[in-house]
């Protein structure tokens, strides 16, 4: 005996088949009065609902649906449901959002960004600026290496007065852009931050230090070239290289750098340490003591005397018992307060000398005397030094610049050839803030200053972020198309066989579930066009049967019985357990084959 909710279950079906599609509406809300969780049945009477023209009622029960997908992470699932409310109410802000969030959660960023957009553009037609600033943070958060976003976002910060925010983003955006090569963009966007921020004068700079400090040493050379051969006498930038020199470990190159920033800024004690280190560094021990007889008297009065300390520590590692480095090793331990290593050196010194009592006493350097204390003063600390003319040091500078052995040495920048978005900030005509809130109107698609090339798309419902899919992605893709196809979504169901279809590996298939979509959305001729492409000699045998199997029923549908009646006896010539196509031969009457009951009534005479 059936129970009432089966018994209420065949009234519906009954009365569907009927026709009578007021009571089976109200047969399925019995049952689901009596079991809330049949998703099943809810769907039934949600298409139901939608056939009788209740649309808010099945939006209720496909929403209800959505929520339990998407609450056990059935994210596909709960798009295509979606999808169904968006077709009844496209207007709909909130299912608009509520689609971009299920694609994001499922990793289709470019379905996410689509519907972002659809939502931001809304925003922007009700002059809701609060909103449309929500939604561009959420595609930034979806997309972070999205330079067009950047940028809106960005200049939306700026006019909703959050300044801060505005200028970090714009910083981000030059450091996406110099890492790409996007030279041309890169120095309009510094354009564009003068305008906005005057009082950031060194834009640039912040941004390849930034670079620098992420550990892209290499890549901020290259625009470090550029600001120094502009501006040599930028003390800053030469700091910036000596840095990125350091990050790369390239003591010889460091050395040239130390070599040129002394020439336009001979008085700098950083240099002049920092020089003497990498000749340390590079075991160069009489270079640095030379250096040291020149330098070492204004480092002490500078104060850094730690570097000293340091300097001597590594040469004494070096030549443990030179007599000269042993007592400038003492002086700096004697400035900086390390008094028992300083007496330790001492009594080395000691013993050194008694050795060497009988030996000819080593030649005193000139410039510093024997055992004379730092505080009785050097004099010609600086002999030597070449200090170049004016018209010297704006050529030398140029040689800098364009040589990279001196300035970027010999690490040419990677080629970004994985670049997805070209952002043309040439083309990008930076409105003047002052008069933006005067003009008037819907923005049409991405306003500028977005490069609208970038956010192109060859179908109205997607973004294009790129040329190629990973296997994630495409089998996302996929699944997504499998599932608008079983509730009737075609439109959608072959935007995302489209996508996934840059994955080759799925193109055939993809293919066919196109077609598949086309047949059965009654576009006969059109299926049948992407099947006779798909038809080429390289294919395998499986995708042959599989071209000619959705061939036929293109055929049949087309009411070519005999035409479609020959494909698949050609499949089953080659391949007789492919699909049904054994069983559609023997119900047409095509097959000459007895099964084993047919034979029972023959006897041989």
Not at 49 to 72: C, F, M, W
Not at 195 to 213: R, S, Y
Request: aromatic content about 6%; charged content about 25%.
């Amino acid at each position: 005996m059936s129970s009432p909710k089966d018994k209420l279950i065949e009234d519906a079906q009954k009365y569907t088949q009927r026709g009578q599609l007021d009571k089976a509406v109200k047969a399925y809300v019995q049952v689901l009065s009596l079991e809330p969780s049949a998703i099943n049945l809810r769907q039934k009477l949600a298409e139901l609902l939608v056939k009788v023209g209740q649309p808010d009622a099945a939006r209720t029960e496909y929403e209800t649906i959505g929520k339990h997908y998407a609450s056990n992470g059935f994210y596909l699932k709960a798009i295509a449901v979606h999808k169904q409310v968006q077709k009844l109410f496209p207007s709909d802000i909130t299912t608009t959002l509520t689609l971009a969030g299920l694609n994001e959660k499922h990793g289709l960023v470019g379905n996410a960004l689509a519907e972002y957009k659809l939502a931001y553009d809304y925003y922007e037609r009700e002059s809701n600026s609060a909103e449309s600033l929500k939604v561009l943070e959420k595609m930034q958060n979806v997309d972070p290496q999205n330079a067009n976003i950047k940028l809106k976002l960005a200049e939306a910060y700026f006019r909703a007065g959050k300044t801060e925010e505005s200028y970090a983003l714009f910083k981000q955006l030059a450091l996406l852009l110099h890492e790409r090569g996007d030279s041309g963009p890169f120095a309009n966007l510094n354009t564009r931050i003068q305008q906005l921020f005057p009082g950031k004068t060194e834009f640039i700079v912040e941004v390849l230090a930034n670079q620098l400090e992420e550990g892209n040493a290499a890549k901020a050379l290259g625009g470090l070239q550029t600001l120094l051969k502009n501006n040599p006498r930028d003390k800053k930038i030469w700091e910036l290289i000596v840095r990125a020199y350091r990050r790369l470990d390239q003591p010889q190159r460091l050395t040239q750098v130390f070599q040129h920033f002394l020439r336009y800024f001979p008085d700098e004690v950083s240099a002049k340490t920092g020089l003497i280190t990498c000749h340390a560094d590079q075991k160069d021990v009489k270079g640095a003591l030379g250096l040291l007889d020149r330098y070492e008297q204004e480092v002490a009065s500078s104060g850094a005397c730690d570097e000293l300390v340091a300097i001597y520590r590594k040469l004494a590692e070096l030549d443990p018992i030179n007599p000269r480095i042993l007592e400038g090793f003492q002086r700096a331990c004697k400035a900086v307060g390390m008094l028992d290593e300083a007496a330790h050196l001492a009594s080395k010194i000691e013993t050194l000398q008694k050795l060497s009592s009988n030996a000819v006493a080593p030649p005193v350097p000139v410039d510093v005397p024997a055992g004379e204390d730092w505080e009785s003063g050097i004099e010609g600390a600086d002999a030597g030094v070449y200090m170049p003319d004016e018209n010297e040091l704006v050529a030398e500078s140029e040689s800098i610049a364009d040589d990279p052995s001196v300035v970027c040495g010999a690490e040419t920048l990677p080629d970004e050839s994985e670049i997805e978005i070209e952002v043309d900030i040439d083309d990008f005509p930076f409105e003047d803030t002052a008069t933006e809130k005067e003009e008037t109107g819907a923005p049409d698609g991405w306003a500028e200053p977005f490069d609208d090339g970038a956010m192109a798309s060859p179908t109205p419902r997607s973004v294009r972020f790129g040329s190629s899919l990973d296997g994630s992605d495409a089998q996302s893709h996929y699944d997504l198309g499998v599932a608008f196809k079983e509730m009737g979504l075609y439109d959608e169901a072959i935007n995302e066989f489209r996508q996934a279809a840059g994955d080759p590996a799925r193109k055939i298939a993809c293919s066919l579930l196109q077609a598949a979509c086309l047949r059965e959305r009654g576009e006969l001729a059109a299926a049948q066009g992407i099947l006779n492409a798909l038809m080429k000699p390289e294919l395998n045998l499986e995708d042959v049967c599989a071209v000619k199997y959705e061939l036929a029923l293109v055929l049949e549908a087309q009411g070519d019985n005999e035409g479609a009646a020959g494909l698949m006896a050609e499949i089953d010539s080659v391949n007789a357990d492919f699909r049904d196509v054994h069983a559609r031969l023997k119900n047409a009457g095509g097959s000459l084959e007895f099964s084993d009951e047919e034979l029972q009534d023959f006897e041989l005479k």
